[in-house]
């Protein structure tokens, strides 16, 4: 299992689960100088993301582009790939292509959280998990050129009435044509969700694509009441090799966030 940590370069999301904060330049740096494998970018558009420059910029802070998230289609530009109105369905799914277009140069994943929607007054659920699965079918097939899945998140409760749990995550996968969408399991939507967290990693099994590794009550971990036992053990289990990315409050700060969270990191992994 690799080490992840998240940035965030939108300043609307401000007081959100992102470790760095920093600009792209100084996270990346201080990503690498603190040992991480990765980074997980939260930008508000392609152009923030400097393209021609992100490569030399990961390349000398020694760290690679696990994945980029689509929050900004929905928290800048409120598009979501549930939405009643057609044409901002496909605004939505053309935003996530170019997301995939962008993490994908880089051999990273893309994220589908927010952007999922709900369903609401206009739109009933069955029809909201239909756009939602016709989105995932296009984004998927659109990642394949790249070698990597396109990576859907299950949200709690609070943020989402698509799929909560790891189980509903996986009956919405495989109910699709394509096999190249994987879930990302989030330790704090699932502390909220499952019954029995490192159960939900078993159902996840192979479709686990990608870990978001935060506490309970969404600090590094390390600082809340989860129970990394089990959760380290099933992820063991299911022969998960993939990244465990911070998504985490930037608490106390985020520089000795990312110091914990690396602390917690060579803990858990290193345990026997
Ligand atoms: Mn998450």
Redesign the pocket.
């Known amino acids: 299992m690799k080490s992840c940590i998240t940035i965030s370069l939108v300043e609307e999301a401000r007081g959100g689960p992102f470790v760095l904060w920093d600009g792209l330049e100084e996270s990346i740096r201080f990503a690498g100088e603190l040992g991480f494998d990765a980074v997980e970018i939260f930008a508000p558009s392609i152009e923030a993301l400097k393209l021609d420059r992100l490569g030399g910029l990961l390349d000398s802070a020694g760290v690679k582009l696990a994945a980029l998230g689509t929050g900004a289609g929905w928290v800048k530009h409120r598009l979501q790939l549930a939405d009643a109105d057609a044409e901002k369905r496909v605004q939505a799914k053309a935003f996530v292509r170019s997301v995939i277009d962008a993490a994908g140069q880089f051999g990273a994943m893309a994220i589908i959280?927010s952007m999922q929607g709900r369903s609401d007054d206009q739109v009933d659920p069955a029809t909201a998990r239909g756009y939602l699965a016709e989105a995932l079918e296009d984004g998927g097939e659109h990642a394949r050129q790249y070698n990597v899945p396109l990576i859907y998140?299950p949200l709690n409760r609070y943020e989402t009435n698509q799929c909560c749990t790891v189980e509903d995550g996986v009956k919405l996968l495989q109910s699709l044509n394509t096999d190249n969408v994987r879930l990302?399991c989030?330790l704090?939507?699932m502390n909220i969700e499952e019954a029995d967290i490192a159960q939900g990693l078993l159902i996840g099994d192979k479709l686990v694509g990608h870990v978001?590794f935060v506490d309970s009550n969404r600090r590094p971990v390390g600082y809340g009441h989860m129970q990394y036992v089990p959760i380290i053990d099933a992820l063991r289990e299911i022969g998960y090799d993939g990244y465990l990315c911070a998504?985490a409050f930037p608490w106390p700060d985020p520089h000795e966030a990312a110091r914990q969270t690396m602390r917690a990191y060579r803990y858990w992994t290193s345990r026997k």
Do not use: P
């Open positions: 959280g998140e990302l989030d704090f939507h978001h998504e």
